[in-house]
């Protein structure tokens, strides 16, 4: 077979947009976990407005105005995936508030007004308003300590328990939602961390950085800063910076957006390399302390979470799909598992065994922002089994011991390796894809092809593969004309490698 070239590609005259319909807007794609909504009839251009709308960009980049409350709570009701943080007057709250409280997504209100006293009365109802206020500032100074708390509450986890061997052979689709769910991670951060990257790979991940966060100076100094000054060696630093990297791989690890960790990809690699690097260190400091070491991490948790992922599966083996920060600190972590309303508070408490083979983790106080908390962390994906949960009576915070798994768990293997056999792709890029419609994740799937097409660091040789791909992801949602569209275009790039 002849080598095929991006020439030889680009002569095909395919066009990626005429085959993958997709939403371009940058501005409308949140990539972090908040949101701020104001609202009040009388927002408008003036310096005041246009200052205001700098200092709440630079607490949370996704600000949306308006000065119609219909059309306010018509879009807050269509959201999801954030956390919102509603900005309104007074004079629209007393309507609007009624609304919009009961909603998960909303989480916390705060009323800007003049006329502090005539609103004060009504507000106290409603227990996600945190105040009225006459001035911006105190405002943010509330979101910050209100969304540091969100920021640490919000971990994706998932559960899988191993009641028999009958779990070890199942397909994909015979997975229950949460199973497949772990499983679909696992494999997700095990194609990841073997990928290599170039620079090209960084570039493009910065410039797309750069258009999701125009006109937010204070993370385009951010930015730029990385994209000159950046070395895998500088990773750690520049996680627990907090910045726009901790923001948008947070919410990619959250949501499982595959295409933006596929993006971020040379980051989780040289995060994850230098946490192995730092791994032997910290196990010194293990074997100093015994053959065990304890952490803890304090948080919240929604009840119908609690419930389904932690109480009902003692002995069953728990992901956390993101970077996990912990504390070497009881009592630092109990500060962070804060009774809220709705919510369970919960302080797990981490066993590390020093003498069993696991996923990265390291003793990063050198590296945080915060060298006060004495922060251990462990890497994506980490497996830990639920050893135990009990209600502590003094008060009421639930009590997880977890264990942490060996790396390499006979029956997470055993059935990891029974999934990859049967997605069974040409090479780990092609795989992520696969992964995504053997999970009935179309529209993903869809995203994650047009962003490979269009990337200048896609081997030409996948791209009519990834054509193929792409046919099967419309013949699934039964678009069979553009299927077929796409098996001709893999067909007609096939045949010139064959010449």
């Given at each position: 077979?002849?080598?095929?070239?991006?020439?030889?590609?680009?002569?095909?005259?395919?066009?990626?947009?005429?085959?993958?319909?997709?939403?371009?807007?940058?501005?409308?794609?949140?990539?972090?976990?908040?949101?701020?909504?104001?609202?009040?009839?009388?927002?408008?251009?003036?310096?005041?407005?246009?200052?205001?709308?700098?200092?709440?960009?630079?607490?949370?980049?996704?600000?949306?105005?308006?000065?119609?409350?219909?059309?306010?709570?018509?879009?807050?009701?269509?959201?999801?995936?954030?956390?919102?943080?509603?900005?309104?007057?007074?004079?629209?709250?007393?309507?609007?508030?009624?609304?919009?409280?009961?909603?998960?997504?909303?989480?916390?209100?705060?009323?800007?007004?003049?006329?502090?006293?005539?609103?004060?009365?009504?507000?106290?109802?409603?227990?996600?308003?945190?105040?009225?206020?006459?001035?911006?500032?105190?405002?943010?100074?509330?979101?910050?300590?209100?969304?540091?708390?969100?920021?640490?509450?919000?971990?994706?986890?998932?559960?899988?328990?191993?009641?028999?061997?009958?779990?070890?052979?199942?397909?994909?689709?015979?997975?229950?939602?949460?199973?497949?769910?772990?499983?679909?991670?696992?494999?997700?951060?095990?194609?990841?961390?073997?990928?290599?990257?170039?620079?090209?790979?960084?570039?493009?991940?910065?410039?797309?950085?750069?258009?999701?966060?125009?006109?937010?100076?204070?993370?385009?100094?951010?930015?730029?800063?990385?994209?000159?000054?950046?070395?895998?060696?500088?990773?750690?630093?520049?996680?627990?910076?907090?910045?726009?990297?901790?923001?948008?791989?947070?919410?990619?690890?959250?949501?499982?957006?595959?295409?933006?960790?596929?993006?971020?990809?040379?980051?989780?690699?040289?995060?994850?390399?230098?946490?192995?690097?730092?791994?032997?260190?910290?196990?010194?400091?293990?074997?100093?302390?015994?053959?065990?070491?304890?952490?803890?991490?304090?948080?919240?948790?929604?009840?119908?979470?609690?419930?389904?992922?932690?109480?009902?599966?003692?002995?069953?083996?728990?992901?956390?799909?993101?970077?996990?920060?912990?504390?070497?600190?009881?009592?630092?972590?109990?500060?962070?598992?804060?009774?809220?309303?709705?919510?369970?508070?919960?302080?797990?408490?981490?066993?590390?065994?020093?003498?069993?083979?696991?996923?990265?983790?390291?003793?990063?106080?050198?590296?945080?922002?915060?060298?006060?908390?004495?922060?251990?962390?462990?890497?994506?994906?980490?497996?830990?089994?639920?050893?135990?949960?009990?209600?502590?009576?003094?008060?009421?915070?639930?009590?997880?011991?977890?264990?942490?798994?060996?790396?390499?768990?006979?029956?997470?293997?055993?059935?990891?390796?029974?999934?990859?056999?049967?997605?069974?792709?040409?090479?780990?890029?092609?795989?992520?894809?696969?992964?995504?419609?053997?999970?009935?994740?179309?529209?993903?799937?869809?995203?994650?092809?047009?962003?490979?097409?269009?990337?200048?660091?896609?081997?030409?040789?996948?791209?009519y593969l990834l054509f193929n791909d792409v046919g099967t992801v419309y013949d699934a949602k039964g678009n069979?004309?553009?299927?077929?569209?796409?098996?001709?275009?893999?067909?007609?790039?096939?045949?010139?490698?064959?010449?």
């Open positions: 077979m002849a080598s095929l070239t991006t020439r030889e590609v680009s002569n095909t005259n395919y066009s990626v947009s005429d085959v993958i319909v997709t939403n371009n807007n940058a501005s409308e794609y949140n990539l972090e976990n908040f949101v701020i909504i104001w609202m009040d009839n009388n927002v408008n251009q003036s310096y005041d407005t246009r200052q205001t709308k700098v200092q709440l960009r630079s607490i949370v980049n996704f600000l949306k105005i308006f000065d119609n409350s219909n059309e306010g709570i018509s879009y807050i009701e269509k959201i999801q995936m954030e956390k919102i943080f509603l900005i309104i007057s007074g004079t629209l709250g007393d309507n609007v508030i009624p609304r919009l409280h009961h909603l998960s997504q909303i989480e916390s209100i705060y009323i800007f007004c003049f006329d502090q006293d005539k609103h004060k009365l009504w507000t106290q109802k409603y227990n996600k308003v945190k105040g009225v206020y006459s001035d911006i500032e105190p405002i943010c100074d509330e979101l910050k300590k209100t969304i540091s708390q969100c920021s640490n509450d919000l971990v994706p986890m998932d559960i899988i328990k191993f009641e028999s061997n009958s779990n070890q052979q199942k397909s994909v689709h015979e997975l229950n939602k949460q199973e497949a769910s772990f499983m679909y991670f696992q494999l997700l951060k095990q194609l990841l961390l073997r990928m290599e990257y170039s620079k090209d790979v960084r570039d493009e991940m910065i410039e797309e950085c750069r258009l999701h966060y125009a006109d937010n100076q204070t993370q385009l100094k951010y930015i730029n800063e990385f994209h000159c000054n950046y070395n895998p060696s500088e990773a750690l630093r520049w996680y627990s910076r907090e910045c726009f990297l901790y923001q948008i791989l947070n919410k990619a690890c959250r949501t499982q957006d595959i295409d933006r960790l596929y993006k971020f990809r040379f980051f989780i690699k040289d995060l994850h390399n230098q946490l192995k690097q730092l791994q032997t260190e910290f196990f010194e400091l293990v074997s100093d302390m015994g053959t065990r070491l304890t952490v803890y991490r304090g948080q919240n948790m929604s009840r119908n979470e609690f419930e389904k992922k932690l109480k009902n599966n003692v002995n069953g083996l728990l992901s956390v799909n993101t970077f996990w920060s912990t504390t070497l600190y009881r009592e630092l972590a109990e500060g962070y598992a804060l009774n809220g309303s709705d919510m369970e508070s919960v302080l797990f408490q981490i066993s590390i065994d020093g003498n069993v083979d696991k996923n990265p983790i390291a003793y990063i106080q050198d590296f945080s922002s915060m060298t006060a908390e004495n922060e251990v962390l462990f890497s994506i994906g980490t497996v830990f089994r639920i050893q135990s949960i009990e209600q502590l009576t003094m008060n009421g915070v639930w009590n997880v011991k977890l264990l942490l798994c060996a790396e390499e768990d006979e029956q997470l293997k055993i059935l990891r390796d029974h999934m990859l056999t049967e997605i069974n792709a040409e090479n780990d890029l092609l795989n992520l894809g696969k992964l995504m419609i053997r999970m009935g994740e179309y529209t993903k799937a869809e995203q994650f092809y047009y962003g490979l097409l269009n990337e200048s660091s896609t081997n030409p040789q996948d791209v069979y004309t553009k299927a077929l569209e796409c098996y001709q275009k893999a067909l007609e790039i096939q045949q010139i490698s064959n010449t």
